[in-house]
Structure formats: structure tokens, C-alpha cells
């Protein structure tokens, strides 16, 4: 498939493949990201993937652009043969109590399925899910895709403030916020797990290409794993 | 080491340095001062390297006191204040003893002015940068804006000051504030009818601005309601969502995000666009990526000459 590369202004470029939430497309960017990172290009300051596309932002006084062109070409047709890694390889367990006050919208989203709650909670922790890319938020991972059944829409109006650990659904995205803010998904549950640390070099927990499974507990399990935290 | 202690903060003060580079990928905003030219020309006033944190100033500035000497120079936006009741006027290189007193008065254009102090203005380092970003509560003094009362630290005595040049005013902008922009890389016809919509407007910058970015009101920019897959942004893109409304992203802006992007201001005027706030008026120009470069080259020469004098 090709991809078009377009300028995103005058600091950075965007490779853009045709618009997509598909996990070998997915894993395609990752690649062609990492191998654009490998190079080491003096002047590039970030390399940013997400689900179709993936930005290159350069200082333009200190980057020979001849040298960052032909590093996105390589990665370009090297990352063409890219597969989705073996999903074993590296998952990733997030507890989460659902319901209650964990999740205020885990009735709105069983109304919507036309379903108990148990039957939603059943049918999102049934999923594997692959992080597909990080943003929103420091750490936020975008994991698909959702069910189709319990795929609720986004809330008419956004809450004023998420928790930190809150379990969100929107269409057929999924995620945690792993900082309050405010936001607009549909909040089934919460996990007593940190997933952005800013102290750490690497500060999300969660990158893209993991795979994610959320595993529910009680409230007990959830007080004890986030007093085992604090 | 000179303690600074702040007996008001201002409007919104915050510690900025050259941004949170090499994060984004984790969601991490880059931040980092909204005028980066007046934050070198701050620093090079004083001796300091380009990326030692000065403190951005938002519209009403602090009231500060050294207990030390330092030497400090104020840039970007022009204020008049005092110090040890001496009267002064930025861009202006000032020297602070112990017990000296900095205030500031009225401001006369721009929005946001920088004082950094010979040596760097010091807060932890969060993720390889000292800029504050407000909203994901990164950087500066545990990621808020400067509080009544707050104790800071300068990192340095005897700098070398500068002279401050004639030009220094620069960013004394005609009205409305003209800005050249690139075509972004949203594709199509209708992303081509809304560049083209955005060069033939006058647009107010709204009340819900902020470090993030402007909403801009004013006329309304058509672009097709079809759903976008989120990617990449970078500061200076304008994004224009279904409503027609358009958004500059400025400093604080996501890493993502899920509207077209119709434009991108170059990032030579990128200073001039931090100087602007609600009400203020703004204008597109029509640039491409060779007159960008070379904008930047000269935005680049004038400090680099200011450097070497």
C-alpha cells in the first residue's frame, strides 16, 4: 500500500498511509517508525506513530533533509514486509473493577447492548486488545477493537473530570486514562494500576504493538493492589 | 545561587524551557514557551544557552525580590516596570542585588513577556525538560504556574549582560497580525477549499484560548463532516473540525489529534503568534516550504548576530 509523505508544516513531515484501523497496517508504522528512530538523524526530534501515520519533527536549521528524505524511503520499503508480532510475546494484564462507582457508565453501555452489565463486562474482557497508538494524554493507549455489541458512542457531553485508572469505551476504541482530565468516553470500570510514570525514562506503561487483557476483580483486590501502590 | 521569592505571581507564570522533545510518541506534549524567540533573546542577554528556563509572563507580570544578585533581562512582550524604584522599560538588561525588588506595570503590545536570569531559573528536570505544561502537570514547580509566595532559584551569579539592540522590538505586529502558512496534509478538494478560506479571512482570536491553542472566530471555514483516524500534530497546525471553527495549536497542543489539517504556520512566525491573546485579530498568508526555510534562516542570522556581538 503506498503512502503519501506530506509536509506538517516546516519542522516536521507526515508519512501517511490511506486511513485505517488495521493491525498489520498498524505494525507497518511501528516499523517504519523504529527504523526512522535507528537512524539517528541530527536535528530529529521526535518520531511520532499513530494508527495510519507516523510524524517526523526536525529542527530545519540542523537537519539535512536530503539525509532524513532517504531515511523514510529505506524505512518506507523496508517496514513493507512488517507482520504483526506474535500477540504472546508480550501482553500486558490490567486489572479493573467494573461498575459501581468504578464505572458510572457501565449501565448507559448495557442499555446500549441491550444486555446486563455482566454480559458487557463478559464481552470486553473476553478480547485480546493491540495498543494501537499512544496520545490524548501522556500515556493514553488507544487499544481496538471493541465488540461490536457494546461499540457505545462517545458521551453527549464530556465529564469535567475522569480518575486517573478509568476504563473507557468509544465506538470501537477502548483505553485508560492514565492521568485525570477531562474526557468523553464511556467509563465501564477502573484499574488500581499506575500506567503513566513521569519520573521514569520510559513513562507508559503501555506501547504500541502490546497486547492488552483486562482482568476483573472485586473492590477488595482493587483497595489492596492500589494501598500495595501508594 | 540566588533565592527569588515571588510576593505575587502574575496572571500565569510558568518555567519554560525549549520543550519536552523526544516523548511525543508516549503522548508527552512537547510545551516549552509560546514566543521561543523572545525566550532565546531573554537568555542571550544575560549569556545564558538557549534552553536555560526563563519564566514566561502572561499578561499582568510578577512581583518578585532577589535576595542575591543576578542579572536578569526581560523580553518579548513590552512592559514597563520598576526596580528598586528605577523605572524601565523591555527589552531591558537589569541587574538585581540582594533585597532587590522587580515589579511590573503596563503593558503596551504583545502578551507574553520572558525574564530569565544570568544562570537559568532551576525546577527538577521531568522527562529531559524544566517546561511547565499546565494541563498534564509536567515540569516547572510540580507542574502548576508560579503561586503567591513561591521561593525560587537561580542557578548563577556573574553573567556576562549584553547590550539590548535597537530591533529588539521586532514582534511589534501590524493589526491584524499577518501569518504565513503551508497547506497542511490533510488531502483533497474540501481541505483545498478551507486553505483557501483561511488565507481570505480576518479571524479573532476567542476567549477560550489558551497555551494548547486559539480557537479562531470570525467566519467559518467549510470542510465535510467524514470521521478522521487520529494522527500526528505539530504546533502551528491549523486543525479545522466539522463545525468550522478553526484551532492554531500552539505550545501545550496533544501529540494527536482527529480534525483536518488544513495548514501549518511556518515556524518562523510561530513567535509572533505567541504574542497573540483573546480579541486579538490574525491574518494567513500563502507560503511555501523554500520561503519558510528562508524565514527562519533570517530569524535565525538577526539573534546569532545579537550572540556574537
Known amino acids: ?230 | 545561587m540566588t533565592r527569588v521569592v515571588v510576593y505575587r505571581a502574575g496572571l500565569l507564570t510558568t518555567i519554560q524551557d525549549e520543550g519536552r522533545w523526544g516523548h511525543q510518541a508516549a503522548g508527552v506534549p512537547v510545551s516549552g514557551p509560546m514566543d521561543g524567540w523572545s525566550h532565546r533573546l531573554a537568555n542571550l542577554l544575560v549569556g545564558n544557552g538557549r534552553d536555560a528556563p526563563t519564566l514566561e509572563v502572561t499578561a499582568t507580570g510578577p512581583d518578585l525580590r532577589f535576595e542575591g544578585p543576578a542579572m536578569i533581562a526581560i523580553a518579548g512582550a513590552r512592559f514597563a516596570g520598576e526596580i528598586d524604584d528605577r523605572r524601565w522599560t523591555s527589552p531591558v538588561v537589569l541587574e538585581a542585588r540582594a533585597g532587590s525588588r522587580l515589579t511590573f506595570g503596563a503593558r503596551q503590545h504583545g502578551l507574553r513577556a520572558y525574564i530569565a536570569a544570568g544562570g537559568g531559573f532551576d525546577a527538577p528536570l521531568v522527562l529531559g525538560s524544566r517546561a511547565t505544561d499546565v494541563r498534564s502537570r509536567l515540569g516547572g514547580l510540580a507542574g502548576r504556574p508560579l503561586r503567591d509566595g513561591d521561593s525560587l532559584r537561580v542557578l548563577g551569579t556573574a553573567h556576562a549582560s549584553r547590550s539590548v539592540p535597537p530591533d529588539a522590538g521586532w514582534m511589534l505586529s501590524a493589526e491584524p497580525c499577518r501569518l504565513r502558512i503551508m497547506r497542511g496534509p490533510e488531502p483533497g478538494r474540501a481541505a483545498e477549499e478551507a486553505y483557501e478560506a483561511l488565507l481570505s479571512s480576518v479571524f479573532t482570536v476567542s476567549p477560550r484560548s489558551d497555551r494548547m491553542g486559539y480557537h479562531l472566530a470570525g467566519a467559518s471555514v467549510p470542510i465535510d463532516a467524514a470521521p478522521r483516524i487520529s494522527a500526528p500534530v505539530a504546533t502551528g497546525v491549523v486543525q479545522v473540525p466539522p463545525a468550522g471553527a478553526p484551532v492554531l495549536l500552539m505550545s501545550d497542543r496533544q501529540t494527536t489529534g482527529g480534525y483536518a489539517a488544513v495548514a501549518a504556520v511556518i515556524t518562523a512566525d510561530l513567535p509572533r503568534a505567541g504574542q497573540l491573546g483573546p480579541g486579538d485579530h490574525l491574518a494567513f498568508d500563502a507560503c511555501e516550504a523554500d520561503a519558510a526555510l528562508l524565514a527562519l534562516i533570517a530569524s535565525e542570522r538577526t539573534l546569532l548576530a545579537l550572540e556574537g556581538r
Do not use: K
Open chain 1, 1 to 230: 500500500m503506498p503512502a503519501r509523505v506530506t509536509p506538517l508544516g516546516d519542522s516536521a513531515l507526515l508519512v501517511a498511509f490511506e486511513p485505517a484501523i488495521d493491525a498489520s497496517l498498524n505494525a507497518r508504522v511501528l516499523s517504519l517508525a523504529e527504523r526512522v528512530r535507528a537512524r539517528r538523524i541530527p536535528g530529529v526530534r521526535d518520531v511520532v506513530p499513530a494508527y495510519a501515520s507516523c510524524a517526523v519533527h526536525f529542527d530545519p536549521l540542523r537537519t539535512d533533509r536530503a539525509e532524513l528524505d532517504a531515511a523514510i524511503g529505506d524505512a518506507m520499503a523496508a517496514s513493507a514486509a512488517a507482520r504483526v508480532a506474535d500477540p504472546a510475546a508480550s501482553t500486558v494484564h490490567i486489572p479493573v473493577c467494573y461498575g459501581g462507582p468504578f464505572g458510572p457508565d457501565l449501565e448507559a453501555v448495557a442499555t446500549f447492548a441491550r444486555a446486563s452489565e455482566d454480559e458487557v463486562v463478559r464481552l470486553h474482557v473476553e478480547r485480546e486488545y493491540r495498543v494501537f497508538m499512544i496520545g490524548f494524554l501522556p500515556g493514553f493507549a488507544y487499544l481496538g477493537t471493541v465488540d461490536e455489541r457494546i461499540a457505545a458512542p462517545r458521551r453527549p457531553t464530556p465529564r469535567g473530570l475522569v480518575r486517573s485508572g478509568s476504563v473507557g469505551l468509544a465506538g470501537r476504541q477502548t483505553g485508560v486514562y492514565p492521568v485525570d482530565a477531562p474526557g468523553g468516553w464511556q467509563i465501564i470500570g477502573r484499574t488500581p494500576l499506575q500506567l503513566f510514570d513521569a519520573a521514569s525514562d520510559d513513562p507508559a506503561r503501555l506501547s504500541p504493538g502490546d497486547a492488552v487483557r483486562f482482568v476483573p476483580i472485586d473492590p477488595d483486590e482493587f483497595a489492596r493492589t492500589a494501598r500495595r501502590r501508594a
